[in-house]
């Protein structure tokens, strides 16, 4: 598609628009309280290094569905915005690690995903243009010595194993000052990451392994009420109802009970506010896995009979996220519609921050699926979101749907996720569960 076919955000089809263009009108009137509720906020609770937020604007609601702390896809945004990613890395991470001069940058332990492996170069790139010396190490426990990726962009990528001596991670050779993680540390954090010397951004306890979709969303719920307290709005507005239930085995079909029994109550809170609102459409919620990435373990349904006849396929799907790691816990999240779309095809904005700055974004586009389904599956493919202007800098002269407006109220909801992140990790590790 041309790019340049994009530079105005997707018109809103659905005929609910007025409260979320409402919202967008009351951010746009408390910008400058909105703004100095942020700076107070990251005084006191500083982000995580980076995150990106997936976004569901339902045309009366806009709200996050998911914040990964350990961003893949930095290749998906347009390059125009790579210099504001390096700025932010600068101004990151001079503050907080003036000495810093050399990074180690861990990647997940794939050995195909070229996709992946653009995204890890382009790390490479922002940070070297930030002024960093960066050497990629990988944990794979196959990598004896460098290896060279040859990847479709053109770029070449050299991956180095690891070596630990004492407290201090690197690589043949180099001993950085830094780590940053791009490794989301799902089947746990390993031995040769553990008690290091060097600071690691983000912390291991923003991994998979430890943190849980439903605390983090318990979080958000109270600071996006905090939010809403400040400009006068309804927190349902930004914040995506949810319940979650631990001890569950698909394959098994134990603990439904519990599942059955929160499905069908947040139908019917999900219903009342529809109904509050006029919205004639019919309610639904995702399940899925309270811990993991790549779009797995995630399924909607309608109704509590949809839960009851679920057959072996889809309980097999829901039954493991990725690198088979066993699902035991499920949150259950209000779905959020998707009233955006590029070339009529469902959308919905994922929105990438470094530190507290909003760098840029893309849409994620699914032509195979409906503006209820779960976006982040195969088939997808993303389409640069169109930053005419910068998401923090919104033109109170344009209409409320107009572009710099519309990327303002993104960037308001996320980094409201992101603050509630950052909130989320400086209470520590959770306890260790019981797998």
């Not at 628009?17 to 006191?44: M, N, Y």
């Not at 045309?59 to 210099?83: C, M, R, S």
């Not at 809170?269 to 459409?281: F, P, T, V, W």
Request: hydrophobic fraction near 40%.
């Amino acid at each position: 598609m041309n790019v340049h076919a994009l530079q105005a955000v997707p018109r809103l089809t659905t005929l609910h628009h007025g409260p979320l263009q409402e919202l967008e009108r009351r951010l746009l009137a408390d910008l400058v309280r909105i703004e100095s509720w942020f700076r107070s906020q990251w005084q006191r609770t500083p982000p995580p290094f980076y995150a990106s937020v997936d976004l569901r604007n339902a045309g009366f609601k806009l709200a996050p569905v998911d914040t990964n702390l350990f961003p893949a896809g930095f290749n998906n945004l347009g390059p125009e915005l790579l210099p504001l990613a390096v700025q932010a890395v600068q101004a990151a991470l001079g503050p907080r690690h003036p000495q810093a001069c050399e990074i180690l940058l861990i990647p997940e332990n794939h050995t195909r995903n070229l996709p992946y492996f653009e995204n890890v170069a382009t790390l490479v790139q922002i940070f070297t243009q930030a002024g960093y010396r960066v050497t990629v190490g990988s944990l794979r426990p196959d990598l004896a010595a460098a290896e060279t990726l040859e990847l479709p962009s053109g770029r070449r990528l050299e991956l180095h194993p690891v070596v630990r001596e004492g407290d201090l991670l690197g690589t043949a050779g180099r001993r950085p000052c830094l780590i940053v993680l791009n490794n989301d540390l799902a089947g746990g954090v390993p031995p040769i990451l553990e008690g290091l010397a060097q600071p690691v951004l983000p912390p291991v306890h923003a991994g998979w392994a430890m943190r849980l979709k439903s605390r983090h969303f318990a979080v958000y719920r109270d600071t996006a009420a905090e939010l809403a307290a400040l400009v006068g709005i309804d927190p349902w507005l930004i914040d995506p109802l949810s319940r979650n239930c631990g001890c569950i085995d698909f394959m098994k079909r134990e603990g439904y009970e519990c599942l059955e029994q929160h499905v069908g109550e947040l139908l019917a809170e999900i219903g009342a506010k529809y109904a509050e609102y006029g919205i004639d459409k019919p309610p639904f919620v995702f399940i899925k896995a309270d811990a993991g990435s790549y779009g797995m373990g995630v399924m909607a349904v309608r109704s509590v009979e949809e839960v009851r006849q679920l057959n072996r396929r889809q309980r097999t799907r829901m039954a493991a996220t990725k690198d088979g790691r066993k699902v035991h816990r499920v949150i259950i999240q209000e779905g959020v519609y998707t009233s955006e779309a590029v070339d009529g095809k469902p959308a919905e904005p994922v929105v990438y921050l470094v530190d507290r700055y909003v760098v840029g974004g893309f849409y994620r586009v699914h032509t195979a699926k409906t503006d209820a389904d779960n976006l982040n599956a195969p088939g997808m493919h993303f389409e640069p979101l169109a930053f005419e202007r910068g998401c923090n800098t919104p033109d109170p002269s344009c209409a409320p749907d107009a572009a710099p407006n519309r990327f303002y109220a993104y960037g308001v909801v996320a980094r409201l996720a992101v603050l509630a992140a950052a909130r989320e990790l400086a209470e520590g590790a959770p306890p260790a569960e019981a797998p």
